[in-house]
């Protein structure tokens, strides 16, 4: 790349250019704010409704994986895993459902769909491959 041709270089030229009089220098200052204006515009949702976060999403692990998610005496879910979703959920005001099952059958499931987000899986070299 040649010195003057990059980025900030044809920005510079086109905003503060060496032009023959002020009218032109300030006419292509214009162009430029008009320029980015309509590109900001383009990128903001047009149509006036806002996306909404969703309400709940829903969340598959492992139920057998202590300390991080088990089953107590009841069959309730809990653990470190359980408790972080649980601060998640205050802070983003997003339930979180979650459902614990047997690995292969989280895998599985998470794979046709049925789960927005599957927890406690690591990087292996047969999920790399």
Not at 66 to 78: H, W
């Amino acid at each position: 790349m040649t010195p003057g041709t990059g980025l900030a270089s044809l920005l510079r030229r086109f905003i503060f250019p060496r032009a023959s009089g002020p009218a032109e220098a300030g006419s292509r200052r214009r162009s430029f704010i008009l320029l980015l204006l309509s590109f900001l515009l383009v990128s903001l949702d047009v149509s006036g409704q806002e996306t909404a976060p969703p309400h709940t999403i829903t969340v598959v692990t492992d139920d057998n994986f202590p300390p991080y998610v088990f089953r107590d005496n009841e069959g309730r879910l809990q653990g470190i895993i359980i408790d972080q979703w649980r601060v998640w959920e205050k802070r983003t005001g997003v339930t979180a459902e979650i459902h614990g099952m047997d690995w292969n059958d989280a895998v599985r499931r998470m794979k046709e769909g049925e789960f927005d987000v599957i927890d406690a899986m690591f990087k292996t070299p047969e999920r790399t491959a």
